[in-house]
């Protein structure tokens, strides 16, 4: 059996999900006949505390469609340097929505509040109107932005006249990780995307969850965006799976983050700050991994113990930990990390 670091992406559908994806009552979802998709969607809204939400493809679509609905073409949309949007999404902003970009310098995921009162622009002849502020919350680096800063950038931005929209693509790791409900950290937001898949288990899809003309107005958009889908309630089904029963164990995978990132701090050579480990995922650089061919020989030592990790990103790996390892896993990580940087220095 392979245990796989590389990403909480990798999980596989769980056999209730299967179960009921096979048993799934489903209708043309373009026509609104769903059952299943439209359960799911109720019931996703309803968990962030949102008038409705539409089923969504992936996390990127959800994003996209954000943008794509909140803000006409040729606006500005204030983010984070290093999230999600900026750094993965292929520049989809630019070609979907027809959006300018401003990322703001964010460490740890935080939107600095001054910066984004600047950034924000006054009507001016030459400068691009500012249609949205997006969060993302627990963020991509690992970190869980406070209630309160999101306070702060839902005040100012209402101040504004401007809505914020939350890349929630983990928010149920984000909730874990406050303490709070996941409907607290989505009222700091006008709209939200949250994942299925990843933590959760699912397959296929995300939800984007809004007010009610927003979803109306997205569910149109997706469609320009050829994302309406026919008998989606085969993915919803492992949806509402994920919804119901998963978000709950996402505290095991944080608790064995939190171990992983312990011991590890115990290895000569490795460096991390396990304070920094929020959720499940945890980076940690080991500066000898930035000489070249190093990186790759650590990758092997793993990959020839059947455990798959990502080459370093600048000499910080990350390793992600999910429904598919468990406390038996974590023993044979911590071994073989133990090996692996003892035979790297
Ligand atoms: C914070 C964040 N947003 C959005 C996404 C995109 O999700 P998807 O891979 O389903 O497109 C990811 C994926 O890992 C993510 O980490």
């Given at each position: 059996?392979?245990?796989?670091l590389r990403?909480?992406?990798v999980?596989?559908?769980t056999a209730?999900?299967?179960?009921v994806?096979a048993?799934?009552v489903v209708?043309d979802d373009?026509y609104?006949?769903?059952?299943?998709v439209?359960?799911?969607?109720?019931?996703g809204?309803?968990?962030?505390?949102?008038e409705?939400?539409v089923?969504?493809?992936?996390g990127?679509?959800?994003n996209?469609l954000a943008?794509?609905t909140?803000?006409?073409?040729?606006t500005?949309v204030?983010?984070g340097?290093e999230?999600?949007i900026?750094q993965h999404?292929?520049?989809?902003a630019?070609?979907?929505a027809?959006?300018?970009?401003?990322p703001?310098p964010?460490?740890?995921?935080v939107?600095p509040?001054e910066?984004?009162r600047r950034?924000?622009?006054?009507?001016?002849?030459?400068?691009?109107a500012?249609?949205?502020?997006?969060?993302?919350?627990?963020?991509?680096?690992?970190?869980v932005?406070?209630?309160a800063d999101?306070d702060?950038?839902?005040?100012?931005?209402?101040g504004?006249?401007l809505p914020?929209?939350?890349?929630g693509?983990?928010i149920?790791?984000?909730?874990h990780a406050?303490?709070?409900?996941?409907?607290?950290?989505?009222?700091?937001?006008d709209?939200?995307?949250?994942?299925?898949s990843?933590?959760?288990?699912?397959?296929?899809?995300?939800l984007?969850?809004?007010?009610e003309?927003?979803?109306?107005?997205?569910?149109?958009k997706r469609k320009i965006?050829?994302g309406?889908?026919?008998q989606?309630?085969i993915?919803?089904?492992?949806?509402?799976?994920?919804?119901?029963?998963m978000?709950g164990?996402?505290?095991d995978d944080?608790r064995?983050a939190?171990?992983?990132?312990?011991a590890?701090?115990?290895?000569?050579g490795?460096?991390?700050?396990p304070?920094?480990?929020?959720?499940?995922?945890?980076?940690?650089?080991f500066?000898q991994?930035?000489?070249?061919?190093e990186?790759?020989?650590i990758?092997?030592?793993?990959?020839e113990r059947?455990?798959l990790?990502?080459?370093?990103?600048?000499?910080?790996?990350?390793f992600?930990?999910?429904?598919g390892?468990?406390d038996?896993?974590?023993?044979?990580i911590?071994e073989?990390?133990?090996?692996a940087f003892?035979?790297?220095?």
């Amino acid at each position: 059996m392979m245990i796989d670091l590389r990403s909480d992406t990798v999980t596989q559908p769980t056999a209730e999900m299967r179960k009921v994806m096979a048993e799934a009552v489903v209708g043309d979802d373009v026509y609104g006949d769903d059952p299943t998709v439209n359960e799911l969607e109720r019931l996703g809204a309803e968990l962030v505390g949102k008038e409705g939400a539409v089923f969504v493809p992936s996390g990127t679509f959800g994003n996209q469609l954000a943008l794509f609905t909140w803000c006409a073409r040729g606006t500005e949309v204030i983010l984070g340097n290093e999230c999600h949007i900026i750094q993965h999404e292929a520049g989809a902003a630019s070609v979907i929505a027809g959006v300018q970009t401003r990322p703001v310098p964010a460490p740890n995921g935080v939107l600095p509040l001054e910066t984004v009162r600047r950034y924000i622009r006054k009507r001016d002849l030459h400068a691009p109107a500012t249609s949205l502020v997006c969060l993302e919350n627990a963020h991509s680096l690992g970190r869980v932005v406070s209630l309160a800063d999101m306070d702060g950038i839902k005040a100012l931005a209402a101040g504004a006249g401007l809505p914020v929209h939350l890349d929630g693509a983990r928010i149920f790791n984000a909730a874990h990780a406050l303490g709070v409900d996941a409907r607290e950290i989505a009222a700091r937001t006008d709209s939200v995307m949250f994942c299925l898949s990843k933590g959760l288990c699912a397959p296929v899809g995300s939800l984007l969850a809004g007010p009610e003309d927003f979803v109306r107005e997205a569910r149109y958009k997706r469609k320009i965006m050829g994302g309406g889908m026919r008998q989606a309630g085969i993915l919803a089904a492992a949806g509402l799976v994920a919804l119901r029963d998963m978000t709950g164990r996402l505290a095991d995978d944080h608790r064995r983050a939190k171990k992983l990132a312990r011991a590890l701090t115990a290895i000569p050579g490795v460096l991390l700050n396990p304070d920094e480990t929020e959720i499940n995922l945890v980076f940690f650089s080991f500066p000898q991994a930035e000489e070249s061919g190093e990186a790759k020989k650590i990758t092997e030592f793993f990959a020839e113990r059947n455990i798959l990790i990502n080459l370093p990103d600048e000499g910080v790996f990350r390793f992600a930990t999910h429904h598919g390892i468990g406390d038996e896993e974590i023993e044979i990580i911590l071994e073989t990390c133990k090996a692996a940087f003892r035979e790297a220095r």
